[in-house]
């Protein structure tokens, strides 16, 4: 499980998905660290500690298992490396390929507590370099979290995919050159903005719905009442009170 050897040493000269995200960030820290792992001055950080990673490494399979089980489709290439086609720097490992789509799958394990088109965002660089590597035009990404895979299909934004390849090929211009890259100001990710998600058994979304429906017609009574007060108050009034209500009247008119 997890990357083997070879795949880690040609991760040294290659772009992957994570590394390309990393460049969309603009945070200066993570690309210069990015950097430096490249031209060989850093190793990459250890994560066989770190729970979260190993735990997104572990339940991997069992989320492409649950895609074939619930699809009744099949899951190859995995842990495949596939290179670009004309791009001898970018590269990508394929958590799996679905053969009947014939598109890539990219799985991720998060918390749960964030709505999916966050997670979507999130992962958008990545998911958009898989497919300019592998071709594709769409890709599944499949988040797992306590309750059971949620699969969204994200279609190949080509624009975007330019600005990657773009960013990346001047980062690597920066390895070979062994000059520290420049300031990369951060570029935001496509939003499907075409996509319809039910929040029914979403609990936050639920208390505040029910906060909505149980205030709607008290704040349209509200803004009725204020409209009607403020139209009684006589055109050379300053100030107007009473029954607990106070209305003041600016220098300019208000």
């Known amino acids: 499980m997890g990357l083997t050897a070879t795949q880690l040493e040609q991760r040294k000269y290659t772009l992957g998905g994570s590394d390309v995200a990393c460049l969309m960030t603009g945070d200066v820290k993570k690309i210069d660290k990015l950097y430096r792992e490249k031209i060989g001055e850093k190793a990459p950080d250890d994560l066989s500690e770190v729970w979260a990673v190993q735990r997104g490494v572990y339940i991997e399979p069992l989320n492409l298992h649950w895609y074939e089980l619930s699809t009744r489709q099949t899951v190859s290439r995995r842990g495949e490396t596939v290179g670009h086609p004309f791009l001898s720097w970018a590269a990508v490992t ?22 999916i088109e966050v997670v979507i965002e999130r992962y958008q660089p990545q998911c958009q370099w ?95 009442a204020a409209k009607i007060l403020k139209s009684m108050v006589p055109p050379e009034a300053r100030r107007c009170f009473g029954y607990g209500v106070q209305i003041t009247r600016s220098r300019a008119g208000y």
């Open 130 to 224: 898989i497919m300019e590597c592998t071709g594709a035009n769409q890709i599944a990404l499949s988040v797992s979290s306590a309750l059971p895979p949620v699969v969204e299909f994200i279609e190949r934004d080509a624009d975007y995919a330019d600005i990657l390849v773009q960013r990346g090929g001047l980062f690597m211009k920066h390895v070979r050159d062994r000059t520290p890259p420049v300031d990369m100001p951060a570029v935001p990710a496509p939003i499907d903005v075409t996509a319809v998600y039910d929040m029914n058994g979403n609990n936050e979304f639920a208390h505040y719905a029910d906060i909505w429906l149980q205030l709607r017609d008290s704040a349209a009574a509200y803004d009725d």
């Open 94 to 115: 394929l958590d799996g390929w679905i053969n009947e789509m014939q598109c890539p799958i990219e799985c991720k394990d998060v918390g749960g507590r964030e709505p």
